[in-house]
């Protein structure tokens, strides 16, 4: 079997060229793409046969990077992120410098700092958010681990990330809390 750091660069070198993975996060297992590129988001939202006004979130392994993403960040989003123990997705405004399509009307997007070790590998390496979107067909049941994802969603990705593959916990998706200006706080799961 190959050693993590070689996976972890062939992933990257996937993305890299506009590729589509499907991989472990620190909740859900993700169909993800580089954040930045408009191709491959745009794909992604066709292999889920979802509306893209429907937004998806972005991983960042680094705290210090979502500051690129945004405008300004809320100071609670700061102090939510320090204080939590299970992952937490926040939705903030004034969302830049990803793929338009990753954008909400409302200037909004969502962001989760991964310390999970494979998603967290590849967002360090990539230098760029990673797309998360759960591996599942819009509407269908989200898949808890490798096993229960359709062979559509495995035929349709570039590269599936070889790790963390026979997992059969039941993870649960992160905790979402949009924020916004004016001290809005609203928790939506």
Known sequence: MENFNDIIKQTVDVLNKGGVILYPTDTVWGIGCDATNSEAVKRIYEIKRREDSKAM????????????????????????????????????????????????????????????????????????????????????????????????????????????QDETENPQPSGIIKLGDGGLVKVIR
């Open 57 to 164: 979130l972005c991983l960042t392994e680094a705290i210090g990077r979502v500051d690129w993403y945004f405008d300004r960040v809320p100071e609670i989003a700061w102090n939510l992120w320090e204080v939590t123990d299970k992952p937490l997705t926040l939705i903030l405004p004034r969302a830049r410098n990803v793929a338009k399509e990753l954008i909400a009307d409302d200037g909004t997007m969502g962001i989760r700092i991964t310390k999970e070790k494979v998603s967290s590998a590849i967002c360090a390496r990539l230098k760029h958010p990673l797309v998360s979107t759960s591996a599942n067909i819009s509407g269908e049941p989200t898949a808890r681990c490798f096993a229960d994802i359709s062979e559509e969603i495995k035929q349709a990705v570039d590269f599936i990330v070889p790790l963390r």
